[in-house]
């Protein structure tokens, strides 16, 4: 018998695929996922095909799922790293699956968004580090206030409870999902290699010394997991990291060793333009290695290894809160990236 039944909007994107994943795997959860373009070998969990800009469609979709427990919200409006996410489009998503799914769910229990450090304006330029979830608002419009602020107005006199995570830099290898920290950097590091180039850093000198911090997608959804069940989460926030800082300066070189090259120094590119022509020799690497066929534009979202790489200030959130709630996993990054790549070569995605 499952204990909780999840709705997981945007379940094809790498937080919500992980999700299904490992809910599915520990016995205790029932899945069904929300997906415009559905992943095409979900395991054990069921997808519904449905565009969650469109209230209509959402509330006919949504209508047969009485049983739902949880709404594990994982869904973002499409984008490119370099362009501003749209807070409308973003919130009236969110919108659209709660108008459709409370009236027919009379036994949900817990509404959980996943959002990320930009809470803080980590993706404008310097900000406080440390930061923690109590830290005042910016003074900019964010989708994560929208949204923020919509669960906690809807939740009020109800009988669910509404909670959130903030991770940064979200690390796991779904397939064919090119907004990939590890596939950037495993692509990268191949085509410099098959070009008999060291492996250099592509990013600026100011960013290879500064302080960063990620988090593996399965202690990521570990963390969803128990934020969204344990009670004294609710109506709270909670920064979700591996619980470790690094800096690529000291990862680099442990990188190169892996991928069996020599560390080169600090080249700054803008992957996006220097990248763009590389297709055939990531095809004569595919062929050269027997690997499967990714096509080259789905093999690396090159603009996300520039939103990466260029900022020159620490990332940093403070996870303690986390932590004094009950949660006490942690991962090793350095540990995480070497296994992703490991992982990576096993399947033949990458050499």
Known sequence: M????ALIPGVSGVVGRRLAEYLTESGEWEVTGLARRPPADPAGYR???????DAAACRTALRPLTDITHVL???RYDHTTAAKEPTDINLGMLRN??????????????????????????????????????????????????????????????????????????CGHAPGIGRSMAMVIAVYAAISKELG????????PGNFQAIYQVVDATLLAKAIAWISTEPKCAGQAFNV??????????????????????????????????????????DRIV????????????????????????????????????????????????????????HLRRQKIIP
């Not at 499952?2 to 039944?5: D, F, I, L, Q, S």
């Not at 997808?47 to 800009?53: K, P, S």
């Open 47 to 53: 997808v519904i095909a449905v565009d969650l800009t």
């Open 241 to 282: 990291t591996n619980g470790d800082y690094l800096r690529w300066v000291n990862l680099w070189p442990r990188f190169a060793e892996f991928f069996g090259m020599e560390p080169g120094p600090v080249k700054t590119l803008r992957l996006a333009q220097a990248m763009s022509g590389q297709g055939p020799v990531w």
């Open 97 to 170: 699956v709660l108008d459709a799914i409370e009236p027919m769910a009379r036994g949900l229990q817990h509404v959980h968004l996943v959002h990320g450090s930009k809470y803080y304006g980590s993706d404008l330029g310097p900000f406080k580090t440390p930061a923690k979830e109590s830290d005042p608002r910016i003074p900019v419009a964010n989708w994560y206030y929208a949204q923020e602020d919509l669960a906690i107005e809807r939740s009020r006199g109800k009988s669910w409870t509404w909670s959130a995570s903030r991770p940064h830099g979200i």
């Open 287 to 342: 062929r050269k290695h027997g690997l499967e066929p990714t096509p080259y534009e789905r093999a690396a979202l090159w603009s996300y290894g520039d939103f990466i790489f260029t900022p020159g200030y620490d990332m940093m959130s403070d996870t303690l809160k986390l932590r004094r709630h009950g949660f006490w996993e942690v991962v090793d990054s350095e540990e995480m990236f070497l296994a992703l790549f490991a």
């Open 2 to 5: 499952k204990r909780y039944r």
């Open 73 to 75: 919200y994982c869904a």
């Open 197 to 204: 180039q060291p492996l250099q850093f592509p990013g600026t």
